[in-house]
């Protein structure tokens, strides 16, 4: 070796977090745009059902659920492809760090930019939608254990259709199917809140959604960048 | 090419075993079908509508064998980069598709009289719904990508993740307590069903299965000459002119 | 301009490493872009691959990166009497045909990612100067790469084999859209690797005014180009 000292895959990880996260936030990033999808997306909610507080409340868990999910596989169409397509991803692949290594820092960096802020917003989108009061700490812990899951299964996807020309519908066919356990779980968490029953085993099992969706998702997105780099 | 994988010998052996079961494929539909709707009698409590259940609960099981065939072909060719194993997956993945439809709308017209209901949200109906968007997936990835190796390894890998949906269906009706009945054949205890509707059942399952192995037989000897006719015209572009 | 021979905290590398491969055989697409490809190169060699278009040089180098893999032959990277079947992640650089560039981030932001992802620490300033002063770049450094002409975009790509200090450097068209002086540049930086007993391998249709053996890509196409013959 002619380096004095081998590379710290510690601070390689570091900084493409930190990358990711900065360029999610710069000019023509996705985590604005995600954001504000999430905010007009859940005040359209009012118009389509009527303003009636019993009908919002009953189906507010679900609506903050459900475009909280939609807006981050907006941003996600991007997540590998803006890399592929100005050759960083090259780069990306050759370092030191290895694909998996790559793979776990740009999912950790678009749940850090994109989805946790989701999650931050969404007790603020809650009021407009009438969620009922005691459901709000339960929402926020729910999208915090669950928005996970969806940076983690929508990498495959994003993966698996990097090199594919308008690629982006196809990454929504196969990923939402894939995101059916994490919307069950998490709105029936907030669900049980509202009808004063226990949300401890569906929080639990979407605990488990998203560990298996970290083994599975970081694996299948790894395979699927070095496949896609041939 | 692997040095296991012989298109020639394939399509030989495909040649043997295609007439037996087109011939196994014709007597067990005839005869369960003889069964399932006149030598079987009416369920006390659902009358006519169970025999819809002799071709709703094959093409079920049908639908899951058929997506773990998939999710076996696609390992095989990813690990140990098998093509005829790519084939097998694409060859298969559209009969499992067709199960999943068959068996969702024979249990939306079972369900209709039975439940009141076309449809319910539970979790064995979502989850053969998501079985379903999976085979769709697969399928559109392999379209979507250029290079036919690309593509198939693409989609393997989409088939992989999507086996752990497969647990999910298997034990969505005791996980979670839904209109879907539970278990009856398949059970540790063994088979909580009357034998008169066993049999029509059975008979009907390996209609079934004998109408897969024809379908993908078929399939998987088409593919592999599109294959061949692929790689001759390659053979001809790229020849150095004169030769040959 | 500063001499490209003296980059600062600059190495001598180990002499005894050799690449090679013997009877390398490449498939992409169904097509056999290569085969029986023999090479051998060692510390302070300079290698220009030639060959028609398509004739697989940029594959070539793809698979030297550990992107493809070798179908067939064997390529070893030995250090000495370690052997290894690939090259070591730690040891090369690779520029491709695309700059690899964030349009965003200043040309120094830029830099600084690059060396943090291939070494795990940020450059040194002066290491950092000196690599944007060899191609011309240096009163750019602050700028946003997204004001950079195609020619300015391409030299801050070839920055990285002054940025960083690895043995092995692997080019894909080094000098498209690059001009004579800067020609003359990337040239001179080479001929300093070579000294330091750095490897070159570099896919090109210029005749590089670098010392080397030149690598005929059109030399190992298949006669009839076809594989998959079992399936015929």
Known sequence: MNQSNTPSHASIFTAIVRRDVSLAWSQGGGSLLALGFFLIAVSLFPFGVGPAPQVLARIAPGVIWVVALLAAVISLDRLYQADFEDGSLDDLMVSPLGTLGIVTAKVLAHWLSTTLPLALLAPALAVLVNLPDGAYGTLFISLIIGTPALSLIGSVGAALTVAVRRGGVLMLLLILPLYVPTLIFGVGAVDAVISLTDPMPHLALLGATTLVATVVGLLASAAALKLAME | ?244 | MMDPLTIPGDVKFSSSVRVSGSALACRRGGRQVFENLNFAVQAGDFVRLSGKNGSGKSTFLRCLAGFLPFQNGEFSYCHGDDVHRALNPDDFLLSGHQNGLKPNFTLRENAKFFAKLMTGTAPRADTLGHAASVFGLGALLNEPVQYFSSGQRHRAALMRFALVSRQVWLMDEPTVGLDAENRAVLAQLIVAHKARGGIIIAATHDPMDVPGDTLDMDAFQTRNSVVDEDWL
């Not at chain 2, 090419?1 to 010998?9: I, L, S």
């Not at chain 2, 069964?35 to 079987?40: D, E, G, N, T, V």
């Not at chain 2, 093409?59 to 696609?74: E, G, K, N, R």
């Open chain 2, 1 to 244: 090419m692997h040095r296991f994988a012989n298109p020639a010998q394939f399509n030989r052996l495909a040649d043997v075993i295609l007439p037996w079961a087109i011939g196994a494929m014709v007597l067990l539909f005839g005869a369960g079908l003889y069964y399932a709707f006149w030598a079987s009698p009416p369920d006390y409590q659902q009358g006519e509508s169970v025999r819809v259940m002799y071709i709703h609960v094959p093409a079920a099981w049908l639908a899951m064998f058929t997506y773990m065939v998939t999710a076996a072909a696609s390992f095989t060719a990813l690990v140990w980069r098998h093509p005829l194993a790519l084939l097998a997956g694409k060859a298969a993945a559209p009969a499992g598709a067709v199960f999943t439809a068959l068996a969702l709308l024979t249990g939306m017209l079972w369900g209709k009289p039975m439940w009141g209901t076309f449809w319910v949200w539970d979790g064995r109906l979502t989850s053969v719904l998501v079985l379903f968007f999976l085979y769709l997936g697969y399928m559109a990835l392999w379209q979507a990508i250029d290079d036919e190796e690309k593509a198939g390894r693409a989609a393997s890998i989409l088939a992989l993740v999507g086996v752990v949906n497969i647990p999910i269906i298997k034990f969505s009706v005791d996980w979670w307590s839904t209109l879907h009945q539970p278990a009856s054949v398949i059970r540790l205890d063994g088979p909580t069903i009357d034998g008169s509707m066993l049999t029509p059942l059975l008979l009907m399952a390996g209609a079934y299965q004998a109408y897969f192995v024809v379908v993908f037989l078929w399939r998987m000897k088409l593919e592999i000459n599109r294959r061949k006719l692929s790689v001759a015209r390659q053979a001809m572009m790229h020849a150095p002119v004169g030769a040959e």
